[in-house]
C-alpha cells in the first residue's frame, strides 16, 4: 500500500548570502528543491567588483551597495545571524547567537577572509590617510579621492599570492588611475611600482602580452616574484622579497591587496582537507559535492575549486551544483560537471578592458565561442564590465536567472 502522507520538504541551508549563496538560493527556489534558509549577518550587500571601479575613479561607492534585505530571492528565508561552527555528523549548523539550524542539505558560500594581519604593519598602514584599497569597501571608496588628487610622489599597488578572490583585480585601480594620471599630465610627475607576485603579470600567455604592453605603455616599475611582506607607515616605507632577496621600497601611498584565506571555521568545523593550510571547503571541484559528507556541498570564494575564484566562475558553478543537488534528491549522481571556467576583467584604461576568460587549464574560454580574440583590450568589453554586468548582477545573477 502507498503511503500518501506528505512527506516534509528538504531543509537546504546555505551559509552566506553573497554572491555565490543568493545565486544558488534563486536557482534551488525556482528548481523547487525544498526550503531554503540563507544564513548571512550583513545587513548590506556588496557587489565586489564594482571595488576597482570605485578605488579607480570610474563609478560612485553607492553603486556597489544594496540593502541585504533588497536582494534576497522571493521565497528564501534570511537568518540574520553568522555561524560559529558545522556538526556534520549530525547534520547541524551553530549560530553565534547561540541558536542552531539543522538541515538536510547544506551549502557552504562563506567567501574568503581578508588576512590584513599576516602582514606586520599592513592594518596600521591602512588606517592613515595614505593607504587605500580595492579590496574593502570604505578603503576602495577612501582610494578614489587620493587617487584622484594625487599630482606627485611614489605610489606603490600590491597584489597578493593566489589563493585570493579575482586576486588579479588588484592591478585594476592602477591602471585606471594611470590613464587618469596621464590624461591630465602628471604622470610623469608619479613614480608607480607594482609588486606581483609572479613572473609575469598574470600566468596565461595571450593574457600577458595585452597586460605586460599596457604597463610598458603607463611606465610602471614592476617588481615581478615579489610579495609584501612588511609596512613601517611612520617611516612610509615596505618592504617586498621573495626567498631571501629583500627590498625596501618608500611611498606616498600604497594601495595594498591583503592575503586571503577561507574563514577558519570551515576547518574548525572539519570541513577542509587536513593539508589544506588555507582551509577550503574540501569538495570535488567539479560537482561541488564534499568528499566525505554528501550531504555537505560548497561553490564560491570558500570552495576548492582548483582554480582562480571569481564572480564569473560562481554563475558556472552554480548551474551544476543545482543540477547535482536535484540528481541526488532524485536518487542519483551528480554527474554536471564545472571545467574550471574563470574570468578577470582587467580595467586597462578608463574606457577599455582585457577581457581574460579561461578554463582550469589556462584556455581561453570566450562567452561568445569562435571569438578566440575576445580577450585582447576592448572598448565594448568595457561597457559590458562596467555597464552591463552590474545591471545583470543586480538583477539576474542574485535571483538565480543568470
Ligand atoms: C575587489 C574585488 C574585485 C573583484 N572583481 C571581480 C571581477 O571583476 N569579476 C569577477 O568575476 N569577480 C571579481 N571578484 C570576485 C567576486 O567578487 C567573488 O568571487 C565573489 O564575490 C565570491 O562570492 P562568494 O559568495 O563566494 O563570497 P562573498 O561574496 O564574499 O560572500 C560570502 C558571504 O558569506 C558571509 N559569511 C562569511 N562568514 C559567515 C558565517 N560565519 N556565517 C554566515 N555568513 C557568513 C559573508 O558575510 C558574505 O556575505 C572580485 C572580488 C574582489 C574582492
Known amino acids: 500500500m502507498n503511503d500518501s502522507r506528505p512527506t516534509a520538504p528538504e531543509q537546504i541551508v546555505i551559509i552566506g548570502g553573497g554572491n555565490a549563496g543568493l545565486s544558488v538560493a534563486g536557482r534551488l527556489h525556482r528548481a523547487r528543491v525544498g526550503e531554503i534558509t540563507v544564513i548571512e549577518p550583513r545587513e548590506q550587500h556588496v557587489f565586489a567588483p564594482l571595488q576597482s571601479h570605485i578605488a579607480g575613479g570610474a563609478a560612485r561607492a553607492s553603486e556597489a551597495i544594496r540593502r541585504q534585505a533588497d536582494v534576497i530571492p522571493s521565497g528564501v528565508r534570511w537568518v540574520r545571524d553568522e555561524v560559529f561552527t558545522v556538526d556534520a555528523d549530525a547534520q547541524r549548523v551553530h549560530l553565534v547567537s547561540g ?5 538536510d542539505q547544506l551549502v557552504v558560500c562563506a567567501g574568503m577572509r581578508m588576512a590584513w594581519e599576516q602582514i606586520p604593519g599592513l592594518p596600521e598602514a591602512m588606517s592613515e590617510p595614505t593607504g587605500i584599497s580595492n579590496y574593502d569597501y570604505d578603503l576602495a571608496a577612501k582610494a578614489s579621492p587620493v587617487l584622484r588628487d594625487l599630482r606627485a610622489g611614489t605610489v606603490v599597488f600590491t597584489q597578493p599570492p593566489e589563493p585570493a578572490s579575482c586576486g588579479a583585480a588588484a592591478q585594476k585601480p592602477m591602471y585606471l588611475a594611470c590613464d587618469w594620471w596621464r590624461s591630465i599630465g602628471v604622470r610623469d610627475d608619479i613614480r608607480v611600482v607594482f609588486v606581483c607576485p609572479d613572473p609575469v603579470p598574470f600566468g596565461i600567455p595571450a593574457i600577458d602580452r595585452e597586460l605586460q604592453r599596457k604597463l610598458d605603455e603607463y611606465g610602471i616599475e614592476v617588481r615581478y616574484s615579489r610579495e609584501l611582506r612588511s609596512v613601517d607607515a611612520g617611516a612610509g616605507t615596505l618592504v617586498i622579497g621573495h626567498g631571501d632577496a629583500e627590498e625596501t621600497l618608500s ?5 595594498a591587496v591583503p592575503p586571503q584565506r577561507a574563514p577558519e571555521w ?3 568545523s572539519g570541513l577542509a582537507a587536513s593539508d589544506d593550510r588555507h582551509g577550503f571547503v574540501d569538495v570535488d571541484p567539479e560537482t561541488f559535492q564534499h568528499v566525505r ?6 561553490v564560491g570564494d570558500a570552495a576548492a575549486v582548483a582554480t582562480r575564484r571569481s564572480g564569473g566562475a560562481i554563475r558556472q558553478q552554480a548551474k551544476a551544483l543545482v543540477k547535482n543537488m536535484k540528481a541526488v534528491r532524485d536518487g542519483g549522481t551528480p554527474s554536471a560537471k564545472y571545467n574550471g571556467y574563470s574570468v578577470v576583467p582587467f580595467t586597462v584604461s578608463r574606457g577599455t578592458v582585457v577581457f581574460a576568460e579561461f578554463d582550469r587549464e589556462g584556455r581561453l574560454q ?5 571569438w578566440r580574440s575576445l580577450y585582447r583590450e576592448r572598448r565594448l568589453s568595457w561597457i559590458a564590465d562596467r555597464r552591463i554586468l552590474p545591471w545583470v548582477y543586480w538583477h539576474l545573477i542574485l535571483r538565480g536567472l543568470a
Not at 366 to 370: E, G
Open 99 to 103: 541558536e542552531h539550524l539543522d538541515y
Open 293 to 298: 559528507h554528501p550531504e555537505v556541498w560548497s
Open 366 to 370: 570566450p562567452t561568445v565561442p569562435f
Open 266 to 268: 570551515i576547518a574548525g
Open 251 to 255: 611611498y606616498d601611498v600604497l594601495h
